[in-house]
């Protein structure tokens, strides 16, 4: 990219890039700075006797615990509907294609009321299944469906393109020398999408790290049993226990951080694959 | 998430599609398990939200939603929606220039922060934005000299809603703008179209579906905001309650009434903002 664009002038530009700059540095960077400060204040010494707080600890066990339940579910049934809706057209696959971002739409809170609605103890469906032993609101399978309705939409809207650039000569090749389509799937078209597949289990894990609003209506918010770290992170807020706040606050950054970064480097590698081969 | 949807627009325009044939013999039940779990994680839970707010009563419902307080919410979440997606236009705007067209030292740094509020929680956006403008935070002798509330006031949830929903402007237009290039705009300058004209008659005019679907995404984050205005707001009833914080609220009094009938509102919104969206988005790949 030419380092001098005739559509900005250079007074121009420059006024551009340092109200961009001045303004991404007072809306993101001085509030990080902020929690980053406060976290680390005490030293980490401290930070780790925050985490090593039983309810807190457990907080965060529960939602790693739950979000990779919910990476994994996510991962196959993600990779299956980006498959089915890219290569077959049924009755419905349209409506279907235009729903999928439905959960980008929907308020989380919303969400949670849904599930509640549908899933609630003293709803029919509820109580159908309570009555089989199964608890899905108040305990933790409610805050994996949730964090399945919210990042619904992750795999399949990063594999879906990849899918549709495939060259699909190799997969016929593969076919007509006799492999199976479940041989075809695995040994050429499955390669092929795996830096996808890996990319949107990540962002979704990352997504799932955080999330509030579904879960705060669906979990119950039992210490040691449904509470995850974000509703943990309100708790103390809520008591004045900024301290608390801020370590496991830390902890959840520093974890979707570094999750972001590793997701920029498959990217990037998938990016110079592309261009070298 | 915007990432998600960006990387796929410009791809999707110039590559050959792949062929889409009807399901045979094995493919089908492939496609009756997508079709069925599509339909229980998000049919289910949309069909129960209708049936639960339909079962409440027509009218029951209305009385709720005309309540003071229910008014008083849909309007502040309106305003600050609409605000928010106005500063982060503009900005987003800059930024997604400043990116596409300008070079310099940390240009990277600067791609990276854009996506941080994806990685960060609703709570911790609200926490940071308690630690600057809250009780002993680094900016509260400031305003509290300049007599202004932030915390538990308007401007800490707009702040909040702001940090929220900030990415999603730039992750659609900058795709846009790289597929571009500058030849057009290169071409209207030369013929001594100013730098302004440039920009609106030809960037803005080629932009303007991937702007369109940022700033329809940006409204739609903003309008669902929960855990951030949560924290900083904290939803004093008629001041500082949005319609999702009168949700949670209602709730807690056991008003189940008024939560389905604004949740069921909420999610009509978000619904008919999801098929313009759609929209945008075809034409989007188009251009």
Redesign the interface.
Known sequence: ???S?????PW??WG??V???V??GL??????S??LE?GLHDGVSALFREIANPIAFAALKLTLLTAVVMAVINTV?GT??A????????F?SKL?N??I???????????G???V??YGPQ?TLGAWLAARGIQVIFAQPGIV?AL??VT???VI??V??V????D?SQEEAAWTLGAS?WRTFFEITLPAITPAILT?AL?SF??A?????SI??VAGNIPRSTLTA??Y??GQ?ESQN?RG??AI?VV??AL??A??LF??WVQERRGKNHVSG | ?S???T??KT??AT?P???????TG??WI??I???L??AV??G???L??I??AASSGLKAMVRELTSAEAINALKLTIILSLSATIINTV?GL??A??LA????KGKRI?N?????????????????????FGRQ??FTATIDALNVRVVFALPGML?AT??IS?PFVVREVLPVLRHLG?DQ??V???MGAG?WR??RQ??LSNIRWGLLYGIL?TF?RA?????AV??VGGGVTRLTETS?LF??RA?DDRNEVG??AM?LI??II??S???V??YARKHSRKD
Request: no cysteine; net charge neutral.
């Open positions: 990219m030419p380092a664009s005739p559509a900005i002038r121009g530009r551009l890039r109200v961009g700059i303004w991404l809306i993101i960077v001085l509030p990080l902020a929690l406060h049934m299956l509907t498959y089915v809706l890219v290569r077959y057209r049924f419905g279907l235009s729903l971002d439905l959960p980008f739409a929907i308020p989380t809170l919303v969400t009321i849904m599930l609605v549908l709803r469906l399945l309705f619904y939409p992750f809207r990063t879906q393109p899918l549709m650039e495939i699909q389509p949107g962002l990352a997504r790290l955080g999330e509030f609003g705060v209506i974000p509703v992170i309100f807020i900024q706040a801020g606050s959840l950054l979707s951080f999750l972001m997701v920029d | 998430m990432q998600v949807e990387g796929d791809q999707i590559a599609r792949s062929r889409v044939v009807r399901p094995a493919a492939l496609v398990i997508v079709v779990y599509a994680l998000l289910g839970p949309l129960a939200i049936w639960g900005f800059i930024l220039l400043v067209r300008d070079d310099f600067v990276g922060l854009i996506d941080l509020p994806f990685a960060v929680s609703p709570v911790i956006a609200g926490f940071m934005l308690m630690l600057l935070g680094w702040l702001i940090f900030s500058e705009e290169k209207a300058y030369t730098y440039t920009f030809i960037t995404l739609s309008l669902g905001e929960f855990g949560l924290v999702t949700i949670y709730l939560a389905y949740a909420l999610a978000s619904f903002l999801l098929l969206m759609e």
